[in-house]
């Protein structure tokens, strides 16, 4: 079945710093990647997603995330991080065969400090 | 351009009682789903509907639960009786359909549903 990995739950960072969050999930075939966020009070929204061509995708507000096959992973990054970011990311697989189902990580909240 | 939206956006019911959620998709859009977020685990697919046939009700937990979708337009999901454990927040989202698996989705503020 497929699956979707979210390492880190929860992280703290201040503003400035550099953020990574990892995703990995479990699907032989293949996929399409997305990273939706929700910020405190508001719906969960795309932030970027890959489905084929470079490996390397840019978002909205400096997100960017690389897809690694070998790895079967699409980890999310952003070089400076703003208070403004606080919020729960989720990471989430779809796939080109069979029905048309996303498969949702399990969430990572980010707080960011002033 | 009005957003998938979500009725109630809260629900506190007892054990043993019926709850119906309804979701409003974007007009136009043929796919609708329902999702469910249990406390800090993943959001957990329910089921698909494109236009107004169930594509795939593979996450359903179990015949409690009945999801209908009238003319392919608004959809309800109705949990009969409840259970402590069918406590979370449930969301809709919908897409456009245009019959490929990278299409963003739409997503509803969600329903708080707590089951005491």
């Known amino acids: 079945a497929q699956s979707v990995s979210q390492h880190n739950h929860h992280v703290i960072l201040s503003e400035a710093a550099s953020l990574e969050l990892g995703c990995n999930y479990s699907y032989g075939g293949t996929v399409n990647l997305f990273w939706y966020v929700q910020y405190p009070g508001q719906h969960l929204q795309l932030l970027l997603k890959y489905f084929s061509g470079d490996p390397l995708v840019k978002g909205i507000k400096g997100f960017e995330a690389e897809f690694i096959k070998s790895k079967f992973s699409f980890n999310l990054r952003k070089p400076s991080v703003q208070w403004s970011d606080t919020a729960e990311y989720f990471c989430?697989?779809?796939?080109?065969?069979?029905?048309?189902?996303?498969?949702f990580g399990t969430g990572t909240r980010l707080k960011v400090l002033a | 351009e009005a957003g998938v939206t979500q009725f109630p956006s809260h629900s506190v019911i007892e054990k043993g009682q019926t709850v119906t959620l309804r979701c409003d998709p974007i007009?136009?859009?043929?796919?609708l789903y329902w999702y469910r977020r249990v406390m800090g685990k993943e959001i957990k697919f329910l089921l698909h509907?494109?236009?107004?046939?169930?594509?795939?009700e593979s996450g359903m937990p179990n015949n409690r639960f009945l999801a209908e979708r009238t003319g392919g337009t608004y959809s309800t999901l109705k949990v009969q009786p409840a259970e402590l454990e069918d406590s979370g927040v449930y969301f809709c989202?919908?897409?456009?359909?245009?019959?490929?698996?990278?299409?963003?989705?739409?997503f509803g503020s969600g329903t708080q549903l707590s089951v005491l």
């Open positions: 989202a919908s897409s456009q359909g245009l019959g490929h698996f990278s299409e963003k989705l739409f």
């Open positions: 989430a697989v779809s796939t080109t065969s069979g029905t048309y189902k996303y498969i």
């Open positions: 007009s136009g859009h043929d796919n």
């Open positions: 509907f494109v236009k107004e046939s169930k594509q795939d």
